[in-house]
């Protein structure tokens, strides 16, 4: 997000980091048994996150099944949690509610895509990702935000 790449220099990643208010996490290097990338900050990162994840949801009115997909990726299937016309103003709030709650806590951001399916929703979050979008995409039908992410893709 940002403009950040894999392997850019910390000096040139971090600009681009704060102009969006995130938290850089650094990943080092180990050199026994040879020389590896270590985890350790980013796994601490993403423990803390889904336990407040987890914690804020348990605060919800139930329904809610979060599923992790990697160390900083998951879906959230509250299909059970909202209901009605409007069920994605619902989920908007709920979302709206979860990304502040992370940006305070441990200051990570976080972009959500809101859709009827994951691919989506997965659509939805690739446009919800600075500097375009603004940290959530609803993807209704068609002519949602998933045009401009499936825009982002090709590039």
């Known amino acids: 997000a ?5 392997h850019m220099r910390p000096s040139e990643a971090q ?6 208010g995130g938290r ?3 990943a080092f290097s180990r050199r026994w ?11 601490t990162i993403s423990r803390e996150m889904f336990a407040h994840l987890h914690r804020l949801l348990a605060e919800e009115r139930g329904g809610f099944v979060l599923e992790r997909l990697s160390i900083d990726e998951a ?4 299909s059970e949690a909202v209901a009605g016309e409007d069920r994605f103003a619902q989920a908007k709030s709920l979302a709206q509610k979860l990304v502040a709650e992370l940006q305070v806590t441990i200051g990570v951001r976080v ?14 979050s690739i446009a919800a990702k600075p500097p375009r979008g603004d940290g959530i995409c609803i993807v209704e039908g068609p002519d949602s935000c998933a045009s401009p992410a499936a825009e982002r893709l090709e590039t």
């Not at 940002?2 to 894999?6: D, E, I």
């Not at 879906?75 to 509250?78: E, G, M, N, T, V």
């Open 2 to 6: 940002a403009g950040v790449k894999k």
């Open 15 to 20: 600009p681009l980091v704060d102009s969006i």
């Open 24 to 26: 850089m996490v650094h």
């Open 33 to 43: 048994p040879g020389p590896r990338v270590w985890y350790g900050p980013y796994q």
């Open 75 to 78: 879906f959230l299937d509250a």
């Open 111 to 124: 972009s959500v895509g809101i859709a009827p399916n994951r691919l989506l929703a997965k659509l939805g």
